[in-house]
C-alpha cells in the first residue's frame, strides 16, 4: 500500500501489520497450541477489566496490549482439536475475505448501500441451494447463525400462520388473536424454542413429542397433529444437537402435507445440512427440500469466520411480509434490499467470506471437509466402542459422537459425576476440547467434528487424551 503522506493512512498501515503479525503468529501456532488454558472469571476480570480511559493511546499498542491481556482466554477454537459445542474453523479463503469485508466496511443492509456486497449475496444464497440440493427459487439471506435463521423461518411460519387464522401477526401483533401451534420432538433446539420466546409464539406453548435416539417419534408426531384443529407450525431437526441424529423429514412434510387446517414445515439443519453436500450421506437430508423453511450456519460446517448462517423460505412474499421495512430514507433502490428479509437493518458484509471460502473449495473441496469430518467422527466411535471403561451413548450416522465414562463405582449418580469432571479434566489437559451434555437423563460427553483441518492424528491425540483422564479419575 503506498500510503504516501496520508498521517491516517500510516497509523492504519503499521496498526494493521501488526493485527497481521499477531493474528499469523496465532494461526501457526494453532495445531500445536494448548486448545484452552482455562480461565476463570476471576483471571479474565484481573486481565481485562479498568475504567474507560480517559485519554487514548496508540492504535498498535492498543491491539497489542489486548492480545497480550487476553491470550489465557483465547481458545484454540478455530483449530483441529477443539472438539467442543458444534464449532468449525476458518479457511484461507474465508478469513481473507472477512478481512477485506471489514476494511471496506460496506453495509449490506439495502442494494443502494452496497450493490456489490448485495448481489455477492443473491450469488453466495444461490450457490449455496445448489451445494445442498435445494429448490433454486426459494427466497432467503444470511445471518448471523443459526439461531437468527430459525428466527426468520419461524418468523416466516408466524406470518403464514397468522393469515390462516385471518390476522397480519406482523402488523397486528399476536394480542387478542387466536393462538398458533407449534409442534416438534423433544429435542428441539434451545435457539429454536428462544426464538419461540421472541416471537411471542411462547416456549412453554411449544406441543412436544418423544424422539427415542434422537429422531422424532412420526406416529406420536401424527397422534398429536390429529389433536389438533387450526393451522401448526412444525420444527424437524437436520441434525439434532447431542446426537447428530436426523428427524425424517420427509415423513414430517407428508404429515404437513395432510394437516386438514395446513402447517409449515420449519427445519433447523445448522450443521446437518452439510450432510447433503456427500453423496454417501445425502440421505439423511431426504425431504429436506419439500420444508417451508430452513435454517442454518455458515460459521460451522462452512468454516468461515463467526458470525455467519443463513435461511431460506419457500415463499418470498411471507418472508417480505414478516420483515418488511420503509421509510422516507431507506426508499428501495434498484436491486434486492436484503434489510426486507431479515430482523437487522444495516449489517455485516457477511457474503465475502462465504463467497470466498466457496469459489476456493468448490463443490468438491466441501464433499471432502464433510466427508473426512464424517471418517474422523466414526474412527473415534470405533474407539470409544472398542475401549474398556467408555461407552457409546447413541451410534453415530454423521460428525457427533455423544459418549460417557463407565466408572467402577456402583451408581448413575457416581458416574453423571464422573463425566462431569472428565469433561473438566479433558478440558485442562489442554490436548483437545470437549463439551459436557445431557443424554437420556444421564451425563455424557460430546465431541463434533466440523473442523476442515482436523486430522486422523488430531482424533488419536483426542482419544488419548480422553484415555489419560480416564484412567486418572478411575484410578
Ligand atoms: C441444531 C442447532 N440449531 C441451532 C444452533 C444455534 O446456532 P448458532 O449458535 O449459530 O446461532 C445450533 C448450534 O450449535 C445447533 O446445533
Known amino acids: 500500500m503506498n500510503t504516501g503522506s496520508d498521517p491516517t493512512a ?8 501488526r493485527a497481521h503479525q499477531l493474528a499469523t503468529a496465532f494461526l501457526t ?16 476480570r484481573a486481565a481485562l477489566d479498568e475504567a ?4 487514548g493511546s496508540d492504535p498498535t499498542a492498543v491491539i497489542e496490549e489486548w492480545f497480550a491481556r487476553a491470550e489465557r482466554g483465547i481458545t484454540a477454537s478455530p483449530g483441529p482439536r477443539f472438539f467442543g459445542f458444534v464449532t468449525g474453523g476458518v479457511t484461507p479463503a474465508a478469513l481473507a475475505g472477512d478481512w477485506l469485508a471489514s476494511a471496506i466496511d460496506q453495509n449490506a443492509g439495502m442494494w443502494a448501500s452496497s450493490p456489490a456486497a448485495v448481489q455477492t449475496e443473491l450469488v453466495v444464497l444461490r450457490w449455496l441451494k ?19 435463521a430459525n428466527l426468520v423461518g419461524l418468523g416466516a411460519a408466524r406470518q403464514w400462520a397468522g393469515r390462516r387464522l385471518g390476522f397480519d401477526a406482523a402488523r397486528d401483533g399476536l394480542a387478542g388473536q387466536p393462538p398458533i401451534t407449534v409442534v416438534s420432538s423433544s429435542e428441539i433446539h434451545l435457539s429454536a424454542s428462544k426464538c419461540l420466546g421472541t416471537l411471542g409464539l411462547g416456549r412453554q406453548r411449544l406441543r412436544q413429542v418423544a424422539a427415542a435416539g434422537g429422531s422424532v417419534d412420526v ?9 389438533i384443529d387450526g393451522p401448526v407450525i412444525i420444527v424437524g431437526n437436520a441434525g439434532e444437537v447431542n446426537s447428530g441424529h436426523f428427524d425424517d423429514l420427509g415423513a414430517l412434510a407428508d404429515l404437513r402435507d395432510s394437516h386438514p387446517a395446513g402447517a409449515w414445515l420449519h427445519i433447523d439443519g445448522a450443521f446437518g445440512l452439510f450432510a447433503a453436500v456427500s453423496p454417501g450421506l445425502a440421505h439423511l437430508c431426504r425431504g429436506v427440500e419439500r420444508a417451508d423453511s430452513l435454517a442454518s450456519d455458515a460459521h460451522k460446517w462452512l468454516n468461515v469466520p463467526y458470525d455467519s448462517g443463513f435461511a431460506f423460505v419457500r415463499d418470498a412474499a411471507i418472508l417480505r411480509e414478516s420483515f418488511a421495512a420503509s421509510g422516507a430514507y431507506v426508499v428501495g433502490g434498484a436491486g434486492w ?20 471460502a466457496l469459489k476456493a473449495f468448490g463443490r468438491a473441496g466441501y464433499r471432502a471437509v464433510v466427508e473426512r469430518c464424517v471418517d474422523n467422527a466414526a474412527a473415534f466411535a470405533r474407539w ?7 461407552e457409546l451413548m447413541n451410534p453415530v450416522p454423521l460428525n457427533i459422537v455423544c459418549f460417557r465414562l463407565v466408572g467402577r463405582e456402583d451408581g448413575e449418580l457416581a458416574t453423571d459425576e464422573l463425566n462431569r469432571r472428565a469433561v473438566k479434566e479433558i478440558q ?23 473442523n476442515w483441518r482436523t486430522t486422523r492424528q488430531d482424533v488419536e491425540r483426542l482419544q488419548a487424551a480422553v484415555e489419560d483422564v480416564a484412567i486418572a479419575l478411575m484410578r
Open 10 to 17: 500510516r497509523v492504519t498501515e503499521r496498526t494493521l501489520a
Open 29 to 44: 501456532s494453532l495445531p500445536e497450541r494448548p486448545v484452552s488454558l482455562v480461565a476463570s472469571p476471576e483471571d479474565m
Open 52 to 55: 474507560l480511559p480517559e485519554t
Open 130 to 148: 445448489d451445494l445442498f440440493g435445494l429448490p433454486a427459487e426459494w427466497a432467503g439471506a444470511l445471518t448471523s447463525g443459526a439461531t437468527m
Open 219 to 227: 406416529a406420536a408426531m401424527r397422534s398429536l397433529l390429529r389433536t
Open 337 to 356: 434490499d436484503p434489510l426486507t428479509h431479515v430482523p437487522e437493518m444495516s449489517r455485516r458484509f457477511r457474503a465475502l467470506a462465504a463467497w470466498c
Open 384 to 390: 470409544v466402542d472398542a475401549t474398556p471403561g467408555v
Open 428 to 450: 485442562a489437559d489442554g490436548r483437545a476440547f470437549v463439551t459436557g451434555t445431557v443424554w437420556n437423563g444421564r451425563a455424557a460427553i460430546r465431541a463434533a467434528f466440523d
